[in-house]
């Protein structure tokens, strides 16, 4: 079996749209449409080959809303993937001030 490679695997992410429909694996990677959690759990799962984590936070943009993203491990520091670097949805991309931070998986 061959697995694909970290390029890959955030282009095909990059070009999921943002829909809050769909916040599982299944359900993101059968309608390529989720919001931050969903895209954060496809991630999470396609990114098997790399110590990676799931983190949730609150934004001070966005009051009451909880926001997910990926991060993986780098020397020793936890680093956010490079969605920007990607030309994800802005709705994807962290935020760099982040409340009540919380690590939700991590591999």
Do not use: H
């Not at 969903?38 to 799931?54: A, H």
């Not at 680093?79 to 409340?99: A, Q, W």
């Amino acid at each position: 079996m061959i697995f694909p490679t970290f390029d890959q695997i955030m282009r095909e992410a990059a070009n999921f749209v943002y829909l809050p429909i769909c916040q599982d694996y299944s359900c993101t990677d059968q309608k390529k449409a989720c919001d931050s959690l969903g895209m954060s759990n496809w991630l999470y799962t396609e990114l098997i080959d790399y110590t990676s984590r799931i983190i949730s936070y609150n934004s001070p943009y966005f009051l009451g809303t909880k926001f997910y993203c990926v991060q993986y491990l780098i020397n020793n520091n936890w680093i956010d993937l490079p969605y920007s670097d990607y030309n994800f949805d802005s709705r994807f991309v962290p935020t760099g001030i982040r409340n009540n931070l919380c690590v939700e998986n991590g591999n």
